[in-house]
């Protein structure tokens, strides 16, 4: 292994480029390969931030050419390319979800234990400097057993409608990241009610979607864990977290747009929207979960969540679902 890892990026969309971004910033890691089906985007990725592009993501797993391989393609690929790597014994950092049909990520999991190289999840919330501070403080006991976490999650607008017709609904996109944060926090749960409503987006009605819910999680230590979501924050992307003990409590507020307030005839300390976009508000986040990854690839040891982290975190979501379509709490153990 050379002394920076080669890594083959599949996947050159939005989420790709961040990928792109830090491991051409990252002394540890060498961009080496950029796949993609549509060779026009992998060739403007590589021209920013390095590597040769191709057209072919199974061809971009050439285990003389690459150390390391990051899947940033779309979720219906994921499964295949984790497998792929597998085979080749590559280590693989894979975008949630793993995929949308839970049999599929079922029949996986075997796979994946035998698997002699590292298989990592993109949770990259539990990287983000506040949150991973207020997790250390939570295990070193600061305020005692955690009794109940609060989770706040608002985007600043809905996607577009032909992304929610194969994103597999709220659930499973978006509060997949808090069902993961939940379980990084209190561990496993037991019991799941969720309710939700579409109020204002009519891309989500189109496809029988929620644009607005809020979930009930009971862990199996008792801890409550209550999530807030929603399509859209005229105020900017909300992403808020709250951890209450017995001792006290730590929380995360929002990221302000600007430091700067101000106090007026109307308004005494007013400040401006928060920042507008996931990808600024976790900037910091995707490049800590990067360096995690190449730690584990290094030494073996590491924080990455794993492919048993990501399928938990489904478990919950398909609870989720079938919770508010069913209207009552659904245990995780029925999804198994």
Known sequence: MSSA???ALIGAGRIGRVHASNIAACTETDLT???????????????????????????????????AVVVASPTPTHIGLIEACIDRGIPVLSEKPIDLDMGRVDALRPRVARATSPVAIGFNQRFDPAIAEVHRRVIAGEIGAIEQLTITSRDPGPPPAAY?????????????HDFDLARYFVGEIDEVTAVGSCLFDEGAREHGDYDTVVVTLKARTGAI????????SSYGYDQRIEAFGG??????????????????????GARGPVVEQFLE?????????LDEFVAWVRTGASSSPT?????AAQIIAEAAHRSAREGRTVRTDEIN
């Open 225 to 232: 864990v209550t999530i807030t979501n929603s399509r859209h």
């Open 33 to 67: 390969v950029v796949a993609d089906p549509i060779v026009a985007g992998a060739q403007d990725v590589a021209s920013r931030f390095g590597g040769e592009a191709i057209a072919d993501p199974l061809a971009a797993l050439d285990r003389e050419r690459v150390d």
């Open 164 to 176: 929610i017709a194969v994103s597999g609904g709220i659930f499973r996109d978006m509060t997949i």
């Open 281 to 289: 508000r976790y900037a910091r986040a995707y490049a800590n979960e």
């Open 307 to 311: 492919f048993t982290d990501g399928w």
């Open 5 to 7: 890892l080669r890594i």
């Open 247 to 268: 001792k006290g409590l730590l929380s995360v507020e929002n990221v302000p747009a600007s430091h700067v307030s101000v106090s007026n005839a109307l308004h005494a």
